[in-house]
Antibody
Framework: EVQLVESGGGLVKPGGSLRLSCAAS????????MNWVRQAPGKGLEWVSS????????HYADSVKGRFTISRDNAKNSLYLQMNSLRAEDTAVYYC?????????????????????WGKGTTVTVSS | SSELTQDPAVSVALGQTVRITCQGD??????ASWYQQKPGQAPVLVIY???NRPSGIPDRFSGSSSGNTASLTITGAQAEDEADYYC????????????FGGGTKLTVL
């Protein structure tokens, strides 16, 4: 069964740090890009960061650039998010999500991009 | 524009058809993907590309796109379809799936 399980969330004070993990199973982890997506209480989804299968390509949302670091260990089938200088506005449920290689539709000539598997999330609360 | 815009809320009578839309400049270059999220649960992919459904998604869910607007249509809405729906697209740089719409809360009456 394809599965993603996040862990590492908790309560942290402003300015503090936290490291989230996402354990993958049931698929060839190194073949997929991975994403972190968060959702603040009562709010919508916000993309946080992505990393390619070989870690060659890494991207961050402007809201976390310089504070968060995404990484992965393909030997351990694990994705990480190191979060430093945390702020109250980082309070959210953090999901990891799998992104397959683009699907090329020969009929349309377009590549399709999407996140097809999501974990259940881990909650991060930043509060004094 | 680096945004995707969705109507905050839409309602549909049980068994009727509803369309949820998503607008943004990025949709002129990339097809949207659509996610369903029920309270307390993780998002679930329901549509990707022009009109592709992952395994297990009922065929009452369909997608379409024209210009800068992507649409998710539910034909014969069921009570279990009541949820929040989010569109997602590559951003203008084309480097990542960094654009989410604000979400549409679908109520099935």
């Amino acid at each position: 069964e394809v599965q993603l399980v996040e862990s590492g969330g908790g309560l942290v004070k402003p300015g503090g740090s936290l490291r989230l993990s996402c354990a993958a199973s049931g698929f060839t982890f190194s073949s997929y890009s991975m994403n972190w997506v968060r959702q603040a209480p009562g709010k919508g989804l916000e993309w946080v960061s992505s990393i390619s299968g070989s870690s060659s390509y890494i991207h961050y949302a402007d809201s976390v650039k310089g504070r968060f670091t995404i990484s992965r260990d393909n030997a351990k089938n694990s994705l990480y998010l190191q979060m430093n200088s945390l702020r109250a506005e980082d309070t959210a449920v953090y999901y990891c999500a799998r992104e397959p290689a683009p699907y090329y539709d020969i009929l349309t000539g377009y590549n399709y991009y999407y996140m097809d598997v999501w974990g259940k999330g881990t909650t991060v609360t930043v509060s004094s | 524009s680096s945004e995707l815009t969705q109507d905050p809320a839409v309602s549909v009578a049980l068994g009727q058809t509803v369309r949820i839309t998503c607008q943004g400049d990025s949709l002129r270059s990339y097809y949207a993907s659509w996610y369903q999220q029920k309270p307390g649960q993780a998002p679930v992919l329901v549509i990707y590309g022009k009109n592709n459904r992952p395994s297990g998604i009922p065929d009452r869910f369909s997608g379409s796109s024209s210009g800068n607007t992507a649409s998710l249509t539910i034909t014969g809405a069921q009570a279990e379809d009541e949820a929040d729906y989010y569109c997602n697209s590559r951003d203008s740089s084309g480097n990542h799936l960094g654009l989410f719409g604000g979400g549409t809360k679908l109520t099935v009456l």
